[in-house]
């Protein structure tokens, strides 16, 4: 057992032969077990067109989550600054905060715009290795889809060179929480209802780029990314510290995802695993995530020796098997990065499989489970009958 607390990444995914709607309740139910299972918080990403994920709007689905449950922290991971203006972000924010005070937890993350993810990324020249224990695979080239990238980024909104902006709109979303806002204008702007709000920020970087960086010298709370980015996770982890200067927090705190399947077996978690390489290749294409392919599929159309190479470093970095053997990846992940907290991920066809993955995990680890009877608010309960979820 260990004193690490444990959180929930959701992308609401979904399968083949479900649809975006099942992803969606998939999701609600999730966040209902993983509460009463003593998970800490229930994050959501966000991710655009992509024909096999339907978290495309995660403070709109936060919103029914925080309905369906009641005490665990709910938030973005990451809410993708660039997307919105500063004052989208905080309203968005604020309308969940205000109706469930006390639970929501706001990250942040930088993406650059077309400009800056025309050209792929270059081999890495570090190879595999071993710290502490820990994998720090090579990092794996692959290519984007421009015209495709280029037709999302013109569909949200983005510009070249917005991602440059990211310094001020973190300082303009903190001042606008704080009330303490000014607009260049000189007029003072109150954001209703965020203002005033007990919403926790967080910045979520994969690299010791301006993420990292920028949480540190604020004293705000870190997430690194291992699940998506293993190669540079310690990187991003040393650079924060480093950075680090007392102001919302006094310490640093760090959260660190992963990918994980468990299950009563070594052999089931590799089965559940089978389409996870095809899931992922189907990102790195270019194409955007498909949905969840079956064991059957992914054993009847095996990736090719240069799919494999693609995403080989995501591939040896997925935790998979019985809840002691991931349990005990996780100890060395936690060791090797000095982690305060880990940020589990996990996608299999089945969001049953999926839910029990994480009660045997939240067992392993020792989580103490939410002493209620009630599975959700009474309230609650009555709107998403209504809906019919």
Do not use: C
């Not at 996770?233 to 007392?246: C, E, K, Q, W």
């Amino acid at each position: 057992m260990t004193t690490t607390p444990l959180s929930v990444l959701d992308l609401s995914p979904f399968g083949q032969g479900q649809t975006p709607a099942d992803g969606l309740r998939a999701s609600i139910s999730l966040a209902q077990r993983a509460e009463r299972l003593g998970y800490s918080r229930y994050w959501l990403a966000e991710h655009h067109l992509n024909p096999g994920v339907a978290g495309a709007a995660p403070h709109v689905l936060l919103a029914a989550i925080a309905a369906a449950t009641s005490q665990i922290r709910i938030g973005t991971a990451a809410t993708i600054i660039g997307n919105y203006s500063p004052l989208q972000v905080v309203e968005a924010a604020g309308v969940v905060a205000a109706v469930h005070p006390g639970r929501f937890d706001l990250g942040i993350g930088r993406s650059g715009s077309t400009s800056s993810a025309q050209t792929p990324p270059p081999p890495s020249e570090i190879p595999d290795r071993l710290v502490a224990g820990l994998l720090l695979p090579a990092a794996r080239p692959f290519a984007f889809d421009k015209p495709r990238f280029a037709a999302q980024t013109r569909l949200l909104g983005r510009t070249p060179g917005d991602a440059d902006r990211f310094v001020q709109d973190v300082h303009d979303i903190l001042d606008l929480i704080a009330g303490t806002y000014v607009a260049p204008e000189g007029v003072p702007i109150h954001a209703t209802p965020a203002e005033g709000q007990d919403i926790q920020v967080w910045l979520h970087g994969s690299t010791a780029g301006p993420s990292a960086e920028l949480a540190g010298r604020l004293g705000l709370p870190f997430g690194a990314n291992y699940h998506v980015a293993p190669t540079f996770v310690l990187d991003a982890v040393r650079a924060y510290r480093a950075a680090f200067r007392p102001g919302v927090l006094d310490e640093p705190y760090v959260t660190v995802s992963v990918d994980v399947v468990a299950a009563d077996s070594t052999s089931e978690a590799l089965r559940l695993a089978a389409g996870y390489p095809h899931w992922v290749h189907s990102i790195r294409a270019g194409d955007g995530a498909i949905p969840y392919p079956t064991t059957e599929w992914a054993l009847e159309n095996p990736l090719d020796a240069a799919a494999i190479e693609v995403v080989k470093d995501r591939v040896a970095t997925q935790f998979a098997g019985t809840a002691a053997t991931v349990a005990e990846r996780l100890e060395t992940l936690q060791r090797a990065t000095g982690a305060d907290e880990l940020l589990v991920t996990s996608i299999t066809h089945d969001p049953a499989d999926r839910e029990h993955s994480y009660a045997l995990l939240a067992e392993a680890w020792g989580l103490e489970p939410l002493e209620t009877d009630d599975e959700i608010p009474d309230a609650a309960a009555e709107r998403l009958e209504a809906v019919g979820v």
